[in-house]
Structure formats: C-alpha cells, structure tokens
C-alpha cells in the first residue's frame, strides 16, 4: 500500500476537553485532480447501506487522489464493541455513555482499525447504538474536525458513512451514494466470511443486512438516505476496479467543467 504519511490531529472536542486525537492517514498521489481545485481542501463524502463496498471505494479514492481517509462507521463500532465489553445495553444511552467517553479519549490508530470491531455481534451493537442520538451527536463533532482540520500538506478528505453528504458535511464538494441490491450485498458479505473461514450462513447474513437497512434507513436522526446532490452509483453488477474507475471519473468531470453527467443519477432509487 502507498501510505507515505501517518499523522495526528487535535481534535478541539468539548466532551474530552479537546484532547483526544485521531488518525489521520493519507496516501501518495497516483491520481490528479486539476489544480484550480486543489488549491481548497476538497471533502469528498461517500454514503451507502451496509456491505455496500463504499469502505473499500472510499479508501482505494483517498488512495488515488493523495487525500486523508475516514471510516465514520469504524466509530461507531468502536463504541458498540467497548459498549458490549463492558456489559452494556447498546439500546440504552445511560448505558452506552461510559463506552462512548472511553472511546472519545482513545481514538487511536489502532482501535479504528481493530479487526474485532468487523464482528457481526460489534455490527449488530454498532447499528443500535448510532441510533442514540447523543452517540450521533458526539461523533458528529468529531467528524467535522476532522474533516475541518486537515495538515497542510493533506489536499482533501474522502469520508464514508450513512449521513456524511446529509448531516457530517452537507457542503461536501462531491457526494457519492453507494449501494448494491440486498442480494448482492449478502452475497459479497457472505463470501468474505468464507475467505476468513468464519462460519456463515447465507440466509442468516441476508437477514442480518435486511435488518440493518431497515434500522438504518427508519431511525430518527440521520436516517441513511442518499443527499439529493448525491451522484448514485448502483454497484450491483460492478467490479470494486470498475466502481474506482467511475467514481474517479465523476470527480474529474465535475472539476474540469459542469459536465452534463453531473449529477444526473441523483434521482434514481437509492437503497
Ligand atoms: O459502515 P459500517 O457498517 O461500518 O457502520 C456501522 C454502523 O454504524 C451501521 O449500522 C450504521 C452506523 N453508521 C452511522 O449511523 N453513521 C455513519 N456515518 C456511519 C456508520
């Protein structure tokens, strides 16, 4: 992989005194935006449902453009599994809360990038606990210092997550809306447990994203829903390689001029 840098960055966080920090990680440029553009920092965000593949796309794009790279959902998780180790009811904020201090006082590299947080028992908790809404709220803030304080030398931000181009960054400079039919998802999700030879069962993990969608999508605040200047991009029947392909080739049009493509997709179905 192309990481050349691998930095932190203060977050002025009210919850913690503003001490935590965060990751950030960023990647050597192998792609170009022009440079009329580069010269603000570009938000870039990247929404879907669950197994989607928008984590993945939204690496491999930070990759290709030189930017810094943020997972929203791995913050989630990292509340839900410290919620769940320490005996809480993950529907319940007066549980959930001493999970979420921890957690905003230990955003570390590798706490974000902790395979345990990938379980499905940590998927499950981590669906119910983004429907808190002071969790919401507590991570909101840090997302958008983040994206709000990158180093100098960092060109833009690629974030992916349910309500990053809604509620995180509505002035994001470019939306995606990454989604696959149930099935597809399923199957994609099924097949990476089999390559990590976890047990699994195809109707079960069916069940499982059929009901993260409906949490997802019917929760109070921040429902997933794609932002109506979001550019949909139906992954059902693309490669990862050819999903990179034509999210880079989105953002490259809407840089050089209004192209007419941009966002003309934004009104079809989203999930
Ligand atoms: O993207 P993911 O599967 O890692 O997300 C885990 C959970 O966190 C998922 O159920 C939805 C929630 N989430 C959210 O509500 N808002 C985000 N910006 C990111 C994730």
């Known amino acids: 992989m192309l990481i050349i840098y691998e930095g932190f960055i203060k977050g002025a966080h009210a919850a913690d005194g503003g001490n935590s920090t965060m990751s950030i990680l960023t990647f050597r440029k192998t792609d170009f935006i022009p440079d009329n553009a580069a010269q603000q920092k570009i938000v870039i965000a990247v929404d879907g449902p669950a197994a989607s593949g928008k984590g993945t796309l939204a690496k491999k794009m930070a990759e290709r453009l030189g930017y810094a790279h943020l997972d929203s959902g791995a913050l989630y998780r990292a509340v839900a599994m410290t919620a769940l180790e320490i005996g809480a009811d993950c529907n319940l904020f007066s549980d959930v809360e001493p999970a979420l201090k921890i957690v905003l006082r230990n955003l570390t590299p590798e706490l974000l990038s902790c395979p345990d947080l990938r379980t499905p028992e940590v998927s499950e908790a981590a669906s ?87 949490r997802d999508t019917t ?6 829903v794609a932002a109506e200047d979001a550019y949909i991009l139906d992954t059902t029947t693309l490669s990862p390689s050819q999903t990179l392909d034509e999210t880079i080739s989105v953002i490259r049009s809407r840089f050089l001029s209004d192209s007419a493509e941009y966002p003309a997709k934004a009104s079809q179905k989203a999930v």
């Not at 309500?163 to 039919?181: H, Q, R």
């Not at 929760?219 to 997933?224: E, F, G, M, T």
């Open 128 to 214: 119910k606990v983004s429907a808190i809404p002071q969790v919401r709220d507590a991570l909101l803030k840090h997302q958008r210092d983040f994206a709000h304080n990158l180093p100098a030398y960092v060109g833009g931000v690629v974030i992916d997550g349910r309500d990053i181009g809604t509620v995180v960054c509505p002035d994001a400079d470019i939306k995606f809306f990454v989604t696959a039919s149930v099935e597809e998802r399923a199957r994609r999700r099924y097949l990476e447990l089999q390559s990590e030879k976890k047990e699994a069962s195809f109707v079960k993990v069916l069940e499982d994203l059929k009901a993260r969608d409906h």
């Open 219 to 224: 929760r109070k605040v921040a429902p997933l």
